[in-house]
Structure formats: C-alpha cells, structure tokens
C-alpha cells in the first residue's frame, strides 16, 4: 500500500520511577485531578496516556490542550488557549504582478475579422504575439 503519512502509534504501559514520588494508580498511570490535570506535587500537569492510560490520539492531543488551560491558569492567566494555531491570509482578489495590477485596462486579443471567419473553422482568436 502506499501512504503520504503514517501515524504509528504503539500502546505500551508507562513506566513510572518510585525516585519520581509521583502518586501512581491502576495501570501504572499518575494520579491527577481530573478537573485540571494537576498531579498532587504543585505546578506539575499530567495528561495523555501516562495520566489515563491508553487512549486515541485525539484524546491524548484534547488532554494536552485542557494542560495547556491549566497550566496558564496556573501561570496567573485566564485559561483562554482558544487563539488561532495559524494565521491564513486572505487572498486579494486582484492578485496580479505588482500594485494596480487589477486596475489596469485589460489588452485586446487580436482576432479575425468577421469576412475571415465566413465559411471556415479557423481560430477566431489569434493569441499574442511575442
């Protein structure tokens, strides 16, 4: 098969050192509060599959926004992380090559004549010459 883009994700058990303290539950997952995603140790955040156990990347990728909120909460902000991730210019609508492009007169095609064109298939329109 061909792809673009894989991917690979591998669901593993997180491993967790007791020379961390860091309070550990079911799976060997840190504790934390399901609210803010703070562990018991202040200023410390925990989300993803080390905090839940093993989830979809989604929701890995949601916990590390609702971190975020936390963590400027946490920083004395409003928890507001909802600006734009990337900016995309609106294109003009007179693109062109330089300023003015789109107010300048357009140039006449050359074209047959109307007793040329009378009786034939030939192209109306000639194109530009060099």
């Not at 018991?40 to 925990?46: C, D, E, I, L």
């Not at 902000?77 to 062109?96: A, F």
């Not at 095609?109 to 109306?124: D, K, M, T």
Request: one cysteine or more; a negative charge; proline letters at 5%.
């Amino acid at each position: 098969m061909k792809f673009d883009n894989v991917l690979a994700a591998i669901g593993q058990e997180p491993e967790i050192s007791e020379k961390l303290g860091l309070p550990v539950g079911s799976g060997n997952t840190i504790k934390i509060n399901p609210e803010t995603l703070a562990i018991s140790r202040k200023g410390v955040f925990a989300g993803g599959d080390v905090a839940t156990g093993l989830v979809s990347v989604v929701e890995a990728m949601a916990a590390g926004r609702k971190v975020a909120a936390s963590i400027d909460k946490y920083l004395g902000g409003s928890g507001n992380i909802e600006g734009k991730l990337v900016y995309v210019e609106e294109p003009s609508l007179c693109l062109g090559p330089g300023d003015g492009f789109a107010d300048q007169e357009r140039v006449s095609i050359p074209c047959l004549s109307l007793e040329q064109r009378r009786g034939n298939f030939a192209e109306v329109e000639l194109g530009f010459d060099k």
